[in-house]
């Protein structure tokens, strides 16, 4: 079956490299109108960003969404907590697992999902240690040369 079509706004691709990731979800965000047209304009950068827990509820912390251009004085706060909108369940296993098993909770993807809303994909991850980096990194390496000298080769 094919993916279904997402317009991607913003993505973590150091996550990969700094973290475990395990398991993902997918969770909408509390945004005001101004920040809507910001992500239509493909505005965002969640790089720095991560998610915490406060009280009952998940938020989105550091994620930085620009000021929209034709708003004037009812623009946003460009990084400014927002609430990120799952069910209670998901909610309690989140709240648990960072909790308990001392997870962090890691933007992966900003995007918009087939009927036109925000949505972040939210990955459990597990940090990694700087020799586990160094083996990453190892291993990415090794792969580039392997293709490189059997497209030479071939």
């Known amino acids: 079956m094919a993916e279904p079509a997402r317009k991607l706004i913003a993505e973590n691709r150091r996550a990969r490299f700094d973290y475990f990731l395990e398991d993902s979800l997918e969770a909408g965000l509390a945004l005001t109108g ?3 047209k910001s992500l239509r304009e493909g505005k965002a950068n969640i790089a720095e960003s991560y998610a915490a827990v406060e009280g009952r509820e998940i938020v989105l912390i550091n994620a930085d969404i620009p000021p929209y251009g034709k708003a004037n004085r009812f623009n946003h ?3 400014r907590p927002r609430k990120l909108l799952l069910h209670r369940k998901q909610i309690d296993k989140l709240i648990g697992a960072v909790e308990r098993e001392g997870r962090t909770l890691i933007p992966v993807k900003l995007y918009f999902n087939e009927k036109g809303r925000a949505k972040l994909e ?5 940090g990694k240690k700087v020799h586990d980096k160094r083996e990453a990194t190892a291993e990415r390496d090794w792969k580039r040369d392997k293709a490189r000298l059997l497209r030479d080769r071939g």
């Open 34 to 36: 101004t920040e809507v």
């Open 77 to 79: 706060e460009p990084r």
């Open 122 to 126: 939210v990955a459990l991850a597990k």
